[in-house]
Every structure is written in structure tokens, then in C-alpha cells.
């Protein structure tokens, strides 16, 4: 390391949720650089972001010199530089799945859900706010119902996506099934992913990550 981390960060961001919940299980201490994604037209496409992160998105981690862009980047980088606790398993076979359904996740429902998709959604095709919901909750469901098939009766289970530490699936995991909640999906057919995020939600490191703990956070949800 060289420097004080800081993370461009947006409390109500399932992606820096992420990333908040890495830095806490990695005991790293870390200067929050609010960026708003929705006040005055989003800060996120302010030119001073831009040059800073050219896609206009949060997370962006900075470390001294370095610019590290993408939640799993971000994650797999601080995993190298601090190996304990690890976040990845310790064999290919493992990581590898670790990896994929950490993908269920930022690579499959998020992407379809955040909130330019969503703007997009509303002004170009001007979709209505229930046909915006429901299709959230729709890709919703389809990818936790795989991510749930994969760790139902899985022998690498526990009480994380992988055995008995948490990583970087349960980082993903977390922050998702918040947003199922925050629109109203029905997540009982996810029985062993709410265990797990019980599991989660019992550790510090993930309640001080939750969106409602975050200093631009507003006091309603506080």
C-alpha cells in the first residue's frame, strides 16, 4: 500500500456495498469519498469523476497512486495485497467456483438492474414504475434461483457460499438480497442463500457495510 485508501463510494450502490464489506472483513481502514448518482443529474458524470472512472460508475478504489476500477477487481486486489483473511480459496477448483457465483451476481442480475439500466428503462422507453419493478424482480429471481442451486446441498456449503469463512461470494451475496428486500421479492424460495446472508448478518464487517451505516446516508434511513 502506499497511501491512505479511498473508496468513491454511493451508500445505496450494491457494488460498493461490495466492496465496504471487503475492506471491513480485511480490518482496512478507508477514507469514504461520497459520490451521488442521482442529486443534479448524478455527480458520477461530473468530468473531475470522469477522469477518475471513464464509465462514470462506482466503486473506483484509490490507493496512493493507483486507480482500481470494478467491485471485483477491486476485491481479488485487496485479497493479494492482504492475504488474511482470504476471500478466495486456497485451491483452483474452489476459486473457481467461488468466482462464478460471485458472477451470479455482479456479472448477471446487477448489470440488467442498476440504475442507469433503470433510467434508461424509464425515459427512453418510458417504461412505467411497475413494469421497471417487475422486471427487476424478474432477473431477480432467475439468477438467485441459480445461485441457490448451486449451494443447495453443495459440499463445499457451510455457513458462507464456501465452507466456514466468508468471501468473496458471500460479499456479493449480501448486498443483492438487499436489494431483493428494498423491491419487494419474495425470497422464500431461496432458503439456503437467507440462511447464509443470516450467517453474513451476524458479522460486523457486514452490518457496518449496510447502506443505512454510510455517512451519505440520509437520516431517514438511518
Given at each position: 500500500?502506499?497511501g491512505?485508501?479511498?473508496?468513491?463510494d454511493?451508500?445505496?450502490?450494491?457494488a460498493?456495498?461490495?466492496?465496504?464489506i471487503a475492506l471491513?472483513?480485511?480490518?482496512?481502514?478507508?477514507?469514504?469519498v461520497p459520490?451521488?448518482l442521482?442529486r443534479?443529474?448524478?455527480e458520477q458524470?461530473?468530468?473531475?469523476?470522469?477522469?477518475?472512472?471513464?464509465?462514470?460508475?462506482?466503486p473506483?478504489?484509490?490507493?496512493?497512486?493507483?486507480?482500481?476500477?470494478?467491485?471485483?477487481?477491486?476485491?481479488?486486489?485487496?485479497d493479494e495485497?492482504?492475504?488474511?483473511?482470504?476471500l478466495?480459496?486456497?485451491?483452483?477448483?474452489?476459486r473457481a467456483r467461488?468466482r462464478?457465483?460471485?458472477?451470479?451476481?455482479?456479472c448477471?442480475?446487477?448489470?440488467?438492474?442498476?440504475l442507469?439500466?433503470?433510467q434508461?428503462l424509464?425515459?427512453?422507453?418510458?417504461?412505467?414504475?411497475?413494469?421497471?419493478?417487475?422486471?427487476?424482480?424478474?432477473?431477480?429471481?432467475?439468477?438467485?434461483?441459480?445461485?441457490e442451486?448451486?449451494?443447495?446441498?453443495?459440499?463445499s456449503?457451510?455457513?458462507?457460499?464456501e465452507g466456514?469463512?466468508?468471501?468473496?461470494?458471500?460479499c456479493?451475496?449480501?448486498?443483492?438480497?438487499?436489494?431483493?428486500?428494498?423491491?419487494?421479492?419474495?425470497?422464500?424460495?431461496?432458503?439456503?442463500l437467507?440462511?447464509?446472508?443470516?450467517n453474513?448478518?451476524a458479522?460486523?464487517?457486514?452490518?457496518?457495510?449496510?447502506?443505512?451505516?454510510q455517512?451519505?446516508?440520509?437520516?431517514?434511513v438511518?
Open positions: 500500500m502506499s491512505t485508501l479511498r473508496l468513491y454511493y451508500w445505496r450502490s450494491s460498493a456495498y461490495r466492496v465496504r471491513n472483513l480485511k480490518g482496512l481502514d478507508y477514507e469514504s459520490v451521488h442521482v443534479d443529474g448524478g458524470r461530473r468530468s473531475e469523476f470522469l477522469t477518475l472512472n471513464p464509465q462514470g460508475l462506482v473506483v478504489l484509490v490507493d496512493g497512486e493507483r486507480v482500481v476500477r470494478q467491485s471485483l477487481a477491486i476485491i481479488e486486489y485487496l495485497l492482504h492475504p488474511a483473511p482470504p478466495l480459496p486456497s485451491t483452483a477448483r474452489d467461488v462464478a457465483l460471485a458472477q451470479i451476481v455482479a448477471d442480475i446487477h448489470p440488467l438492474n442498476n442507469r439500466v433503470m434508461y424509464e425515459r427512453e422507453l418510458e417504461a412505467t414504475e411497475m413494469q421497471r419493478q417487475a422486471w427487476m424482480r424478474h432477473w431477480m429471481a432467475e439468477g438467485l434461483a441459480a445461485m442451486a448451486e449451494v443447495v446441498d453443495h459440499p456449503s457451510g455457513s458462507f457460499c466456514e469463512l466468508p468471501g468473496l461470494a458471500d456479493c451475496l449480501v448486498p443483492q438480497l438487499y436489494n431483493a428486500r428494498r423491491f419487494a421479492l419474495d425470497l422464500s424460495p431461496y432458503p439456503t437467507q440462511r447464509i446472508d443470516a453474513c448478518s458479522l460486523e464487517a457486514f452490518r457496518d457495510a449496510a447502506p443505512e451505516r455517512p451519505d446516508a440520509p437520516d431517514s438511518r
